[in-house]
């Protein structure tokens, strides 16, 4: 009883934790039961390569009203020998997914910004031919990633986590694609700089679950967390934004 009254606050917020990887997490079953007691309803499921897309559809399978699936190849796994079984597995199956995702360029890792690149391309049109948004992962390489998103002529971005430069985050806003907030809001002042700027309705929440902050391996429960910074940055009350940010995700993956 004492429970229910506790989370009775939370039961009537509906969340969408707009980029989680599921498939990473240790007990993924757990983290939807526990984002459920505290009313974040739907999950936005990433994924990195071949394997964590099996498994992220088999866990939407699984949550059909809870875990909504993105099938992707982020830059991070990315090697020559998995490019043709991975763009074939995503050419087959992105129709059953709300969005590509992750996919990217990430500088900062050891592999080949040319084969990034080709990859990336690759993927960015499989998601033009399908109509699908893309989950964009963008560090170290803002401008070059936002040019090939535009360039590729895709109909919806969101760049997640997004703590580059404003100006390319205008260039963001004004080629009508979304930025996304993490938990990393509660500390980095590049990121907090970005969701200042960015239009409240451009942007989506999430937490990029099981991503370390601090000591704490988050989970989608913590998109409250999310919420609350992102609520003290745009000085407006949380159910209020919480009904923006919702709104946002539905749109943008077409919930
Ligand atoms: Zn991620």
């Given at each position: 009883m004492n429970l229910e009254n506790s989370h009775q606050k939370h039961r009537q917020t509906d969340l969408i934790d707009g980029h989680a990887h599921l498939s990473d997490m240790e007990h993924p079953e757990r983290a939807v039961e526990n984002a459920l007691s505290v009313g974040v309803n739907r999950i936005i499921a990433v994924s990195m390569n071949l394997e964590s897309c099996r498994k992220t559809l088999a866990l939407a399978d699984r949550f059909p009203d809870n875990v909504f699936p993105a099938i992707g190849y982020h830059p991070w796994s990315v090697t020559a020998e998995d490019v043709e079984d991975t763009l074939l597995f995503i050419r087959q199956n992105l129709h059953r997914c709300v969005a590509l995702g992750e996919v990217g360029l990430d500088y900062k890792v050891k592999v080949k910004k040319k084969l990034q690149q080709a990859v990336f391309s690759k993927l960015l049109n499989i998601a033009v031919q399908v109509h699908k948004p893309v989950i964009i992962h963008s560090r170290f390489s803002y401008q070059r990633t936002y040019e090939m998103v535009a360039e590729a002529g895709v109909e919806k971005a969101v760049f997640h986590w997004y703590s580059g430069p404003v100006e390319i985050l205008d260039k963001i806003i004004v080629s009508g694609f979304y930025v996304s907030a993490t938990p990393a809001l509660a500390y980095s002042s590049h990121h907090q700089a970005a969701m200042s700027r960015a239009?409240?309705?451009?942007i989506l929440i999430e937490t990029d679950a099981p991503v370390q902050y601090g000591d704490h391996f988050s989970q989608p429960a913590d998109l409250h967390g999310t919420l609350l910074h992102l609520s003290r940055i745009k000085n407006m009350p949380e159910d209020q934004l919480a009904a923006i940010v919702t709104k946002n995700t539905k749109r943008f993956f077409g919930l």
């Open positions: 239009p409240v309705e451009r």
